[in-house]
């Protein structure tokens, strides 16, 4: 019978950090291209943002024998969703990418809002590794029994 | 036999508790940014409620799986303020019940090798413990 055990709190632990990841490079990508206009679907860059979705436990790790298992998810991102939201126009008529009447439409990406996500992120990453370091030293002081 | 190895098997059950309790808050951790999660619980009803024990006559008798049965209860957190994303995850009350979980883990971890080494001291007839 398979339960709920360090290993599995690791996975757990190990979901959300990738998860974190994830967010990470999407808010790195999106920073990278706060000022590009040309991309190859044509059109500025569009901002990206992960989806974050919870899953039973039970139907990853394989732990349905334990009853406490349905209350216990992981963390996975389905897809990464472009945001579709229109970015501003900014009348520069010497640009390339200028429309004809002289507008080139910059990225929807706000330095600003990318930043918060960043802090979000890293405050969410770091509280994930700490719960790591506590799984850890759990399981070391559990070996320590009996010697 | 049970007066002897009792206590490192309740010891034991306090330990697989607390491993519990550890992954429904590492689950708590993980999803801290899952739009509409709802944080959970598993709390602890107290050991062998004499009304789910069997009636026993003799000292002999064994209790039944009454004594130390599943005494843990899953518990949906009730949230009182979700974020604008219903995620009711609270990252300082998590993490504060992560410490505290993992010093009860360890103190009763520490309780278990101790018990173990009396036992040892008392096999080797008081001999090197």
């Given at each position: 019978m398979t339960t709920l055990g360090f290993m599995s709190a690791m996975e757990i632990t190990a979901s959300g950090l990738t998860a974190e990841r994830v967010r990470m490079n999407t808010l790195a990508s999106n920073l990278a291209n706060a000022?590009?206009?040309?991309?190859e679907e044509g059109g500025p860059y569009r901002r990206t943002d992960p989806v974050f979705r919870a899953v039973a436990a039970s139907e990853r790790l394989?732990?349905?024998?334990?009853?406490?298992?349905?209350?216990v998810f992981l963390v996975e991102v389905p897809e990464v969703r472009q945001d579709t939201t229109p970015g501003p126009l900014v009348y520069?008529?010497?640009?390339?990418?200028?429309?004809p009447e002289g507008y080139v439409e910059m990225p929807n990406v706000s330095v600003v809002t990318e930043m918060v996500n960043l802090v979000t992120a890293t405050r969410a990453y770091e509280a994930g590794i700490s719960m790591m370091d506590s799984v850890k030293t759990m399981a070391r002081s559990a070996l320590s029994i009996g010697s | 036999m049970v007066a002897m190895f009792g206590s490192i098997d309740l010891g034991r059950r306090t330990l697989d508790y607390h491993l519990e309790r550890h992954n429904v808050l590492a689950s708590n951790v993980a999803n801290?940014?899952?739009?509409g999660f709802t944080p959970h619980e598993l709390l602890r009803a107290p050991e062998g409620p004499e009304a789910a024990r069997l009636r026993t006559?003799?000292?002999?008798h064994l209790g039944g799986p009454?004594?130390?049965?599943?005494t843990w209860i899953d518990e949906t957190e009730l949230v009182v303020s979700p974020g604008n994303d219903g995620n009711g995850v609270s990252m300082e009350r998590e993490l504060s019940r992560v410490s505290a979980n993992h010093l009860r883990y360890e103190g009763v971890a520490r309780l278990v090798q101790m018990h173990i080494g009396v036992l040892r001291y008392a096999a080797n007839d008081g001999q090197g413990g």
């Open positions: 000022r590009t206009t040309r991309t394989g732990v349905g024998s334990d009853p406490h298992a349905r209350n520069d008529p010497s640009h390339p990418d200028a429309n | 801290v940014e899952t739009p006559t003799d000292e002999r009454g004594a130390n049965g599943p």
